[in-house]
């Protein structure tokens, strides 16, 4: 439970453990010029190779009103098979609240992500608590009365959640209100913590990403909170209603908020969406996901790398010939989109301006058009 404070607050840390299944591959990690780390061929790649597979999610969440439409396990859309839900579920309460294509998924998320029932059982009591839930009420007023962004350092921060943490450790102090989001939010922060609960107790999958792995993922708390001041209150909400609705086995992972904000602190702009494998292209986002070793592909508006889902795991291919040296980066946003409207796009949703050479031409042009018009 002791996490290293400067792998929690530091957006990047100093020394990296390199996830193990980069260990064997035709690319290296390294610090790139412009946007911390990137991944980096060290040897000429083919088109289509496979770079990496990310065999599971560390945490995932399906959207609530999704799960019955959604296989738990391999994330198959039930639309997908001209169905409108899939009807295999786990016998009694400890399966409770997610839905499977086939006996077969059924048995191994029972195997792999159900041990002891756990899952199934913060399942229960989170849609149980979720309805008792009263009216919404915000619980930092001060800090989004007086806070302006340029104020808000890590150290108000750091303050902001002390007191959370000191509110809910009064016996006595309600569960607060979560719109659904939020409560979805809350299932991903439990579908990690249950993880980490089985790392620490029974011996993890071979090439299973580790929490420590996790926690070497940029840390973008500071840059969010700023941008959208109001999500503070949010995710100590959801602190206060995760100290609530913990399983007294789980307790130790949210007595402080540490492994609450890490987790959140990482959420924004290190997951994958999960979308539907529609061909019609009115793609729909059923939930999202952290897979770790994912993570470390920056942006380029001219992508050399593509990624696949394959059930529960994310592959990564090369779309082209790649020669040694190069950065292999995937796309963020939809890079059919004009320059001004990625870019906005990647600086509201993962503060960056991007430094794709892409970027760089087109708004060299758009600058000479302006000065010539
Ligand atoms: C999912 S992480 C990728 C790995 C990250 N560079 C790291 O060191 O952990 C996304 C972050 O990488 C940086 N980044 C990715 N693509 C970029 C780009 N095209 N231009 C500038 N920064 C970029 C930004 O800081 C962004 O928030």
Request: glycine share 6%.
């Amino acid at each position: 439970m002791s996490d290293h404070h400067e792998n929690f607050s530091s957006p990047r840390p100093a020394t990296i453990t390199l996830p193990s299944s980069f260990m064997t591959s035709p690319f290296c990690l390294r610090t790139t010029p412009y946007g911390g780390r990137g991944l980096f061929s060290i040897e000429p790649i083919p088109k289509d190779t496979l770079l990496v597979t990310c065999n599971s999610p560390y945490a995932t969440v399906i959207f609530r009103k999704f799960r019955k439409e959604v296989c738990g396990h391999c994330f198959a859309y039930a639309f997908d098979a001209h169905r409108n839900a899939w009807n295999v579920k786990y016998d009694g309460q400890a399966g409770n609240g997610v839905w499977f294509c086939g006996v077969d998924c059924r048995d191994v998320w029972a195997a792999e992500q159900n041990v002891e029932g756990l899952q199934g059982l913060m399942n229960a009591a989170v849609d149980k608590l979720a309805k008792s839930m009263k009216e919404p009420k915000v619980i930092l007023p001060y800090f989004l009365e007086t806070m302006r962004p340029e104020d808000i350092t890590l150290e108000v921060h750091d303050l902001a959640w002390k007191r959370i943490e000191d509110m809910y450790s009064r016996p006595g102090c309600l569960a607060p209100y979560l719109d659904e989001l939020e409560v979805d939010n809350v299932r991903f922060i439990v579908s990690a913590i249950v993880r980490r609960y089985f790392e620490d107790t029974v011996p993890v999958k071979k090439g299973s990403s580790s929490w420590s792995a996790l926690l070497q993922l940029q840390n973008n708390e500071i840059q969010h909170i700023r941008s959208r001041p109001y999500m503070l209150d949010s995710h100590t909400r959801i602190y206060g209603f995760l100290r609530k609705v913990m399983l007294p086995i789980l307790q130790p992972y949210v007595k402080t908020s540490e492994m609450v904000r890490a987790i959140l602190a990482r959420d924004q702009g290190n997951v994958f969406g999960l979308w539907d494998m529609s061909t019609t292209g009115d793609s729909e986002m059923l939930g999202w996901s952290m897979y770790v070793s994912g993570s470390y592909f920056n942006h380029d508006c001219a992508p050399n790398v593509r990624k696949e889902r394959d059930k529960q795991a994310l592959c990564f291919y090369t779309t082209r010939d790649v020669e040694a040296g190069e950065e292999l980066c995937i796309n963020y946003v939809d890079v059919k989109d004009e320059v001004a409207q990625r870019r906005a796009e990647l600086s509201a949703n993962w503060y960056f301006d991007c430094a794709c050479k892409r970027c760089h031409e087109e708004l060299a042009r758009a600058g000479k058009a302006v000065a010539c018009g």
